[in-house]
């Protein structure tokens, strides 16, 4: 394998992909709370 700035490939890969799996675990993450919160606020306004 040819190695990119002296760092073998599998390790940027390893990284890139460790990257897209949090990125996207926070984005689920933030997703569900706001998705939670506008729950909530519909169950407020219903009952208000």
């Known amino acids: 394998m040819v190695s990119l700035l002296g760092v073998p490939p599998q ?3 390893g990284q ?3 990257g897209l ?3 996207s ?3 689920l993450l933030s997703l ?3 998705v939670i919160f506008g729950m909530l606020n519909v169950i407020n306004f219903a009952h208000g």
């Open 21 to 23: 799996i949090n990125g």
């Open 11 to 13: 390790v940027l890969f």
């Open 32 to 34: 569900g709370l706001a």
């Open 16 to 18: 890139l992909l460790l």
């Open 25 to 27: 675990f926070y984005a």
